[in-house]
């Protein structure tokens, strides 16, 4: 299948019929880079879509991105960093998820169960129904948004770095030396507390 008729291409269509604007995809920036390679230059990292104008950023993240796949991990080769493709791909995710909030730029994920998919990540393309899905995810400019964002450059400041969380729920999950951080952003909200509450009382429960 090429890049074309991929179901991130389906995904970044679908932003650019709500936003009426076409992204920049595999866009590049100055300072995201990847690991040093053999020549110890760092090569660019791409966003697989960027819109100038709104300062905006989406990635569509596949199931591999959040579970072993075996087929794209490609466990026993290891990368140029000394680490497998899935290892790899955490690293970079994370480094997307940090860098491009720092620099200003607002991050927006989509993944496989976020839209009309089966249970092996591939999209059914319910064209109706993800666009609505998509038009609600590009809209939310939420407290909670401002608060993760602001959070997030605080933890930089501390020399935490942001990892992708393990559970999709997860607002901000971050690590420095053997400490981990699973954080809960929350905005204004009539029901102070409740999802800190259900946080740890699910974190007990395990």
């Not at 995904?11 to 650019?16: I, K, Q, T």
């Not at 819109?51 to 794209?72: C, K, L, N, S, T």
């Not at 720092?102 to 089966?118: F, K």
């Not at 990540?121 to 609505?132: A, F, I, K, Q, W």
């Amino acid at each position: 299948m090429s890049r074309d008729d991929s179901d991130e291409a389906y995904v970044v269509g679908l932003c650019n019929e709500v936003l009426e604007e076409t992204a920049l995809t595999q866009h590049t920036f100055d300072w995201l880079l990847g690991d040093p390679g053999a020549s110890g230059r760092r090569a660019k990292l791409p966003v697989d879509a960027f819109w100038p104008g709104r300062r905006m950023v989406v990635e569509y993240r596949e199931i591999q991105h959040d579970r072993p796949v075996a087929h794209f991990d490609k466990p026993n080769r290891l990368t140029v960093s000394g680490v497998h493709c899935g290892e790899q791909r955490a690293i970079y995710d994370a480094s997307r998820g940090s860098q491009i909030p720092a620099h200003g730029l607002r991050l927006v994920v989509i993944r496989p169960a976020d839209l009309d998919a089966d249970r092996r990540g591939r999209l059914r393309r319910n064209r109706d129904t993800d666009l609505e899905t998509v038009r609600k995810l590009l809209a939310r400019t939420s407290d909670e948004d401002r608060v993760t964002a602001a959070f997030r450059r605080w933890l930089l400041a501390e020399e935490w770095v942001p990892v992708t969380p393990t559970d999709r729920w997860t607002d901000i999950e971050a690590v420095r030396g053997e400490e981990r951080l699973i954080c809960e952003a929350k905005g204004r909200t009539s029901e102070k507390g409740v999802d800190a509450h259900i946080a740890y009382a699910n974190s007990c429960a395990e």
